[in-house]
């Protein structure tokens, strides 16, 4: 039980240290961005006009592998209580293959990286509805119910977001979805962030010399 | 009013805030010695929570006098559709644009550490440090009152111009003046994101307070104050952000904006802070302080080149390129010269 215990954090902790990785290898991307935007602007003749939907397309193609990456770990990393760790692996690469179809069979990333975060969204929803109902299932890294409602439902929204992004920027449901995922991530932090203030009980962290 | 008249109105505005600017810029930049002579000298230590809020009310006193302004300025910036003489309605500027933000970002930091409870005397150096620094940045590089909003100027004044000239010249004037009034200056989002936004940097200074003292002390306690004032900045930061989207693409259709300078910045601030919060669940793991202490510093460090990108690289974001001739003073040289 106890090694159980321990393989169990030590999974949790390097889903943690993947999403960490994650973030900050799309920071890297977007300051790649930042930098060949400056230099562009200042030595390619009219770049803007040229060459700037070239830069775009490729920037979007180098994100959405990390952005599905970041989603998938946001999968595995939850209801890994409710099914086994082997078949929600399974179930993350058949998603992962159902997005790579739909890419390749429309040709378009946008496609592919929308279906698959629209089977994330379903599976996101699925775990928020059940930490809601306080079922012993879903498995968060944070303690308290609505500490873990706040954080299902701003992942929700991350997911909800992104679809929004790749698929609905020209759609008349762009504005009613985007506020439905503004809402969930803004809530969702919150009660993440303070939960405690509402809880009946409240544990004080403990504060300790640090080890470096 | 003629646009001639109307030029003359906001010349005046715009002298009578120079006037006074002329003497609270220089005293914003001794307030700022003062307050960072406060910090360093050990002998102001019980006086220091005194001395931040006494610079509080300084900048107070300025954002009342902006607010004056902007009050004023909205009465006067009309604009006027050429083809049918109709007014479609006056430019309301915000109050936390262009020469204004440092001022604003100044006021926040100010405004957080008068409250700030926790860990108060050890962070006040700091914080007063940072805030001395941020309003010796506004008097010296921004300039709000002796050069108000210079890109709303240079504008709005070249609408006048092209107004009082008539013909096609003042139609386009027309057409991109009533563009910036409806999509920028009145949109609802450019009054509710820069304020979130500089509240969250504000916030996010704190934190990075705290993240050197807890470096400095290895004492967890102060991790624990980083993180309150990190989540505190990280919401508003993260609102402010998300509204920013369906705005873009109303207004700034066929324009540059997806993955521009900017927006790649402010992106990568957001990731590093969420990788902050991250990193931060397994603190107690052996060896993880160093990485969020080293995240929560690099985070601050994009923040801060997050804010100097407006004004470095180009883009639908930026204001880097603005020709520099394009002040009120050098349209207003064009217009005396040329007669009205």
């Excluded at chain 2, 505005?13 to 002329?22: D, E, F, M, R, W």
């Excluded at chain 2, 019980?46 to 610079?55: H, T």
């Excluded at chain 2, 991109?176 to 509240?199: I, K, T």
């Excluded at chain 2, 923040?303 to 207003?332: C, K, N, R």
Aim: charged share 10%; hydrophobic share 55%.
């Amino acid at each position: 039980m106890q090694s159980t215990d321990v393989r169990r954090r030590n999974w949790d902790f390097v889903l943690t240290l993947i999403t960490v990785a994650l973030l900050a290898s799309l920071g890297v991307q977007s300051f790649a961005g930042t930098i060949y935007v400056w230099w562009a602007q200042a030595t390619i003749p009219n770049w803007e006009q040229t060459s700037y939907t070239g830069y775009i397309a490729l920037m979007n193609l180098v994100a959405a592998p990390q952005l599905v990456a970041l989603v998938a770990v946001m999968g595995l990393c939850v209801p890994k209580r409710i099914f086994s760790r082997k078949l929600l692996v399974a179930v993350s690469i058949a998603m992962v293959g159902v997005g790579v179809a739909a890419w390749l069979a429309r040709g378009s990333v946008a496609t592919g990286v929308s279906v698959y975060l629209g089977l994330a969204g379903l599976i996101q929803l699925a775990v928020v509805l059940l930490t809601a109902a306080g079922v012993a299932g879903p498995s968060y890294l944070t303690e308290g119910r609505l500490t873990k409602l706040g954080s299902g439902l701003l992942h929700l929204g991350f997911i909800i977001f992104g679809i929004v992004v790749a698929a609905l920027q020209h759609s008349a449901f762009m504005l009613p979805v985007f506020w439905t995922a503004t809402v969930l991530m803004t809530v969702g932090t919150a009660m993440s962030f303070y939960a405690s203030r509402l809880a009946v009980r409240h544990v004080e962290p403990a504060e300790h010399p640090i080890a470096f | 009013m003629n646009p001639y008249s109307i030029y003359q109105a906001i010349d005046k505005l715009v002298k009578s805030l120079a006037a006074v600017g002329a003497v609270y810029e220089p005293l914003l930049l001794g307030a700022a010695a003062v307050l960072l002579l406060a910090a360093v000298l050990p002998q102001t230590e019980r006086w220091r929570g005194w001395f931040l809020a006494g610079m509080l009310a300084v900048l107070m006193a300025g954002e009342a006098m902006l607010a004056w302004f902007h009050w004023r300025l909205w009465g006067l910036a009309v604009v006027h559709d050429p083809s049918t003489g109709m007014l479609t309605g006056h430019v309301a500027v915000p109050l936390w644009v262009e020469s204004e933000k440092l001022f604003v970002w100044a006021l926040m930091a100010a405004a957080l550490g008068t409250v700030m409870v926790r860990h108060r005397r050890a962070l006040l150096p700091g914080v007063m440090f940072i805030t001395s620094v941020l309003v010796a940045g506004a008097a010296l590089l921004g300039k709000p009152f002796t050069q108000p909003v210079p890109q709303f100027f240079s504008q709005y004044i070249g609408y006048l111009q092209a107004m009082s000239n008539g013909g096609q010249t003042a139609m386009g004037a027309f057409q991109g003046m009533e563009g910036s009034r409806q999509f920028y200056y009145n949109a609802w989002y450019m009054w509710v994101h820069p304020p979130l936004l500089f509240l969250s940097y504000g916030c996010f200074a704190i934190s990075f307070v705290a993240t050197l003292l807890m470096i400095a002390s290895r004492h967890s306690s102060y991790e624990t104050t980083a993180y309150r004032w990190a989540r505190l900045g990280y919401l508003p930061l993260t609102f402010g952000m998300l509204i920013g989207f369906p705005w873009a693409l109303a207004a700034w259709t066929g324009e540059s904006w997806w993955w521009s300078g900017k927006v790649n910045m402010s992106l990568m601030m957001w990731l590093l802070y969420t990788g902050v919060l991250h990193a931060r669940l397994y603190l107690r793991r052996a060896g993880m302080w160093k990485w969020v202490a080293a995240l929560g510093v690099l985070s601050f460090l994009i923040l801060v080149l997050t804010y100097i990108t407006t004004y470095v690289v180009p883009g639908a974001h930026s204001y880097a390129f603005l020709p520099a001739e394009q002040t009120l003073h050098a349209l207003t040289a064009t217009w005396t010269r040329g007669g009205s």
